[in-house]
T-cell receptor, first 117, second 113 residues
Framework: AQKITQTQPGMFVQEKEAVTLDCTYD???????LFWYKQPSSGEMIFLIY??????QNATEGRYSLNFQKARKSANLVISASQLGDSAMYFC??????????????FGTGTRLLVSP | DGGITQSPKYLFRKEGQNVTLSCEQN?????MYWYRQDPGQGLRLIYY???????QKGDIAEGYSVSREKKESFPLTVTSAQKNPTAFYLC????????????FGQGTRLTVV
C-alpha cells in the first residue's frame, strides 16, 4: 500500500499567489514525522519543513507552512507569495519507526509546481 | 564544510557489468539511505542503514547490494541482476532524533548502454 500519496502531478500558480500542495499518508505508528523537500531541475534535494505527529501546532518556516490534519492523515504544504524560483518538484516524505529502531524515510511521487509571471 | 558527497556525478555502464556508487558523509550521522529516482517519479528506497555493519532492505532492494563498514561510507553496488538500472541515485544521511531532516548528496545519474 502506498504510504505517501501526492495526488497532484502538476500545479500552476501565478507569481505572488499562494498555492497548496497535497499530501496524505498512511501509517499505524503513533510516532512519526512528515517532511517536505524541494527538488529543482539541478536534482538536489532541499529540506523545507518538518511536522511531528505529536506537534500540536502547524509548522511554519518563512513562506512555507504545513496544514497538518492528523485525523485525516494529511500534511499539505502551503507556499505563500509564490516566486519564480519556487518552480520545482516538491516531495512529501514520512519517517516511520521509533527512535532506537530502524527508521525508514519514505517519499511520495511528487508534485511539479510551475510559477508563472 | 560538512556534507554528503556522491561520486561520480555521471556513470555509464555496459549491460551485464556491476558498478559501485560512492556515498561519503562527514556529518557524523548514524543513518544513511539510498534512493532511486526515475523520470517523473518519486524516490524509492533501496537500502538503509542505522548503524555500522547493519542495514535493511528497502522497497526495491532486488539487484542491489550495500555495505556499511565505516560510519562515513555507504556504497551501493548495482549488480547485473538489476533489470533496469538506468536511473538517478540519491544518497542521504540523517542524525538521530525525531525532528532531524535527511541531508542529500548531489546524486549519481547511471546510464546503462
Amino acid at each position: 500500500a502506498q504510504k505517501i500519496t501526492q495526488t497532484q502531478p502538476g500545479m500552476f500558480v501565478q507569481e505572488k499567489e499562494a498555492v497548496t500542495l497535497d499530501c496524505t499518508y498512511d501509517t499505524s505508528d503513533q510516532s512519526y514525522g512528515l517532511f517536505w523537500y524541494k527538488q529543482p531541475s539541478s536534482g538536489e534535494m532541499i529540506f523545507l519543513i518538518y511536522q511531528g505527529s505529536y506537534d500540536e501546532q502547524n509548522a511554519t518556516e518563512g513562506r512555507y507552512s504545513l496544514n497538518f490534519q492528523k485525523a485525516r492523515k494529511s500534511a499539505n504544504l502551503v507556499i505563500s507569495a509564490s516566486q519564480l524560483g519556487d518552480s520545482a518538484m516538491y516531495f512529501c516524505a514520512m519517517r516511520e519507526g521509533r527512535e532506537r529502531s530502524f527508521q525508514k524515510l519514505v517519499f511520495g511521487t511528487g508534485t511539479r509546481l510551475l510559477v508563472s509571471p | 564544510d560538512g556534507g554528503i558527497t556522491q561520486s561520480p556525478k555521471y556513470l555509464f555502464r555496459k549491460e551485464g557489468q556491476n558498478v559501485t556508487l560512492s556515498c561519503e558523509q562527514n556529518l557524523n550521522h548514524d543513518a544513511m539511505y539510498w534512493y532511486r529516482q526515475d523520470p517523473g517519479q518519486g524516490l524509492r528506497l533501496i537500502y538503509y542503514s542505522q548503524i555500522v555493519n547493519d542495514f535493511q532492505k528497502g522497497d526495491i532492494a532486488e539487484g542491489y547490494s550495500v555495505s556499511r563498514e565505516k560510519k562515513e561510507s555507504f556504497p551501493l553496488t548495482v549488480t547485473s541482476a538489476q533489470k533496469n538500472p538506468t536511473a538517478f541515485y540519491l544518497c542521504a544521511s540523517r542524525a538521530p532524533g525525531a525532528h532531524t531532516e535527511a541531508f542529500f548528496g548531489q546524486g549519481t545519474r547511471l546510464t546503462v548502454v
